[in-house]
């Protein structure tokens, strides 16, 4: 409707008068529906200047939501984890065929936190007496 009443009878609105274009929409539009609540004059110059990026009608873009998992699956996800605490994320959703970023969601949702596997550090021949030398020198 509002792109509408932007073309709205025999006025043409120009950039020039750009406040004056958007105070005259939002009367234009209070006055036709007094029924709806008032919409700004921010709204309007943001549908306006979307119709214009875009070219076609301005409808914000819905974003897919995250993927709800069933329980069934939850469970699968946990008793999989339970089974092998050093299974990857990505490996245990692609053997249940479900997305990666559900697992830390399951693993929030059960109060468990995800964590990565971290190597310890090989000790090398000369470590232990690297390690008497500094008991040594603090003594």
């Given at each position: 409707m509002i792109l509408q009443m932007i073309g709205y009878?025999?006025?043409?609105?120009?950039?020039?008068?750009?406040?004056?274009?958007?105070?005259?929409?939002?009367?234009?539009?209070?006055?036709?529906?007094?029924?709806?609540?008032p919409i700004s004059q921010g709204t309007v110059s943001k549908i306006e200047k979307q119709f214009r990026e875009r070219g076609h009608a301005v409808r914000q873009l819905k974003k897919n939501p995250p993927n709800k998992l069933s329980d069934d699956q939850k469970l699968d996800v946990m008793?999989?984890?339970?089974?092998?605490?050093?299974?990857?994320?990505?490996h245990t959703a692609s053997v249940l065929n479900i997305s990666h970023s559900s697992i830390p969601r399951v693993l929030t949702e059960h109060q468990m936190h995800p964590s990565k596997l971290v190597?310890?550090?090989?000790?090398?021949?000369?470590?232990?007496?690297?390690?008497?030398?500094?008991?040594?020198?603090?003594?």
């Open positions: 009878g025999d006025r043409t609105r120009t950039q020039a008068f750009v406040f004056f274009f958007v105070f005259q929409v939002v009367r234009l539009f209070q006055e036709i529906y007094p029924e709806l609540p008793l999989m984890l339970e089974e092998n605490t050093h299974t990857l994320s990505r190597p310890p550090n090989k000790l090398a021949e000369d470590d232990f007496d690297r390690r008497i030398l500094f008991c040594e020198q603090m003594m």
